[in-house]
């Protein structure tokens, strides 16, 4: 569960020290499904190895969610729920999960960084975590990223 008096918080910190970031506390969420997954991934990105992602379009749909966006600021969690960094989608494509290249699988820091891996990560993911289950041809927004906040020298 998101803690917004945290975020708030962890926000008006980040903009004392990027200060052209806008006013407005961006949605927070945490990467996996799982506290140990976020976590893990959370260290990727904050080791700079992670600037990718991905989602199910089907998921999106599902929850009623609108599709990030290139700008788009979002606070990342920790699994413990912690603000920890803030990420700026800098491009979003819509592709077939068969058709998911391999450089976007690189970027995704995950496994030894092959679309061989990926997609076993992916396919595995989805099929136990998405409402509507894994498919081949499955919809896939693949999201990528810059870090503009790390916060990995904060204490939770």
């Not at 006013?23 to 799982?34: D, I, L, M």
Request: hydrophobic share 40%; charged share 25%; aromatic share 8%.
């Amino acid at each position: 569960m998101v803690n917004t008096a945290e975020c708030a918080s962890f926000w008006s910190d980040v903009r004392r020290e990027v200060p052209d970031l806008p006013t407005a506390v961006p949605e927070a969420w945490a990467f996996g499904a799982t506290p140990a997954h976020a976590d893990e991934l959370l260290a990727l990105v904050l080791a700079g190895t992670k600037t990718a992602t991905a989602s199910s379009l089907g998921d999106y749909e599902e929850d009623g969610d609108p599709l990030p966006a290139a700008g788009d600021l979002s606070i990342i969690l920790d699994g413990a729920g912690r603000p920890r960094a803030v990420l700026e989608v800098t491009s979003i494509q819509i592709v077939p999960f068969d058709q998911v290249g391999a450089d976007h699988a690189r970027a995704e820091g995950e496994g030894d960084r092959t679309l061989r891996s990926w997609r076993r990560i992916h396919e595995q993911f989805w099929g136990e975590h998405s409402a509507r289950g894994f498919a081949p041809d499955m919809p896939v927004v693949c999201e990528t990223f810059r870090v503009v906040f790390p916060a990995a020298h904060r204490n939770g």
